[in-house]
């Protein structure tokens, strides 16, 4: 396992993470991700520990936060071991202020993670989302208050778009405070909009990606192959819609591009695909998930080794969409004054 500096910051993170949205499993939604109890999570955490993974991924809005109880359940005695990443503004009730980033729901959302996770403080501390009706103000300065306070290490944001993260990150600027070093995000060899504006911007303002669903949603396994049926077991059954859309015609062409690759090297589809995004620029950890210790073992085996530059040229040809105005503009008659292709 290497590490990499978490964006802008010297906290040295893990190129691969464990993410734990398998954790708990207590409505149906993520019942499709995997239920694991406490028991099973102490197993797949000492696999990660073995692999040297350090950092663990939740949500309060993980089953109800029953991932973050269940991850702090398995961390007992651990702590020290690993750095926990978390994240609010998800609905956690159903009263007006129970949902967003205003200081009232920000500091109970933070007070009810570090119950559940059963510590007195986290290492990075991520809004869940852009909340558009909070002073970008009010956002900052509460998180700025709970770096000071010594209960959250880092902030990041996720699932920002590039106006809503560069704002965030101006108002921090001005007022002295602390500033986002991580955007969690998705990307993938199926959908790689992220490329468009938010990497180039988090090249030029230091703020390192943790890639969450790196797997397409699901659809990168090695399952899915054309011309045949979803596996029975596929999560695809009953969350498709819920996440990234993929065309068929685009997900098999990606899929046949793997096959090639993964007959050239000895690797599996999933494999590949979280090396492929190891090797993209910004990325400061991809966020792994699995049901099973097989799953997960497969999964941690994308580390240590590099895809060459012409497997990943064939990759990215497989991968390439068109892009959307003004970026098709921008590659068009800009390219050569940009720092990423665009």
């Not at 591009?257 to 590949?272: F, I, N, R, S, W």
Request: proline share 4%.
């Amino acid at each position: 396992m290497d590490y990499r500096l978490l964006g802008g910051s010297g906290l040295k993170v893990s190129s691969l993470s464990f993410g734990t949205a398998t954790f708990g499993g207590s409505n149906e939604f993520f019942r499709g991700f995997g239920s694991s109890d406490v028991e099973e999570a102490r197993r797949l955490i000492d696999i990660c520990f073995e692999a040297g993974v350090n950092l663990f991924d939740t949500a309060d809005g993980y089953s109800d936060g029953r991932s973050e109880e269940v991850l702090g359940e398995a961390l007992k005695g651990k702590r020290d071991k690993a750095l926990i990443s978390t994240k609010s503004g998800f609905p956690s009730g159903d009263g007006p202020n129970d949902e967003g980033s205003s200081r009232y729901h920000l500091r109970r959302a933070l007070e009810g993670s570090l119950r559940r996770l059963g510590t007195d403080y986290v290492d990075v501390y991520h809004l869940h989302g852009f909340d558009a009706l909070t002073p970008v103000e009010e956002v900052q300065d509460t998180l700025n208050k709970f770096v000071r306070e010594g209960k959250v290490r880092y902030i990041a944001a996720s699932n920002f778009s590039g106006w809503h993260l560069m704002k965030s990150l101006a108002v921090a600027e001005q007022r002295g405070w602390t500033r986002f070093v991580a955007h969690q995000i998705y990307y993938s060899l199926l959908n790689r909009e992220y490329e468009w504006e938010l990497m180039p911007l988090g090249l030029d303002q230091k703020v390192g990606a943790l890639i969450w669903s790196p797997l397409g949603w699901g659809r990168l396994t090695g399952k899915l192959r054309r011309g045949q049926a979803l596996p029975e077991s596929s999560r695809l059954h009953t969350i498709a819609a819920e996440g990234p859309q993929v065309t068929d015609e685009h997900l098999y062409a990606v899929v046949d591009a793997l096959d090639k690759v993964a007959a050239e090297t000895g690797k599996t589809v999933p494999q590949l695909a979280l090396n492929w995004l190891l090797q993209r620029p910004t990325v400061s950890s991809v966020i792994i998930g699995a049901r099973t210790e097989e799953q997960l073992r497969q999964n941690l085996g994308a580390a240590g080794w590099n895809l060459s530059a012409d497997q990943v040229a064939a990759l990215d040809k497989a991968s390439e969409q068109p892009a959307v105005y003004p970026y098709w503009h921008q590659r068009m008659f800009f390219s050569g004054r940009n720092p990423l292709p665009v």
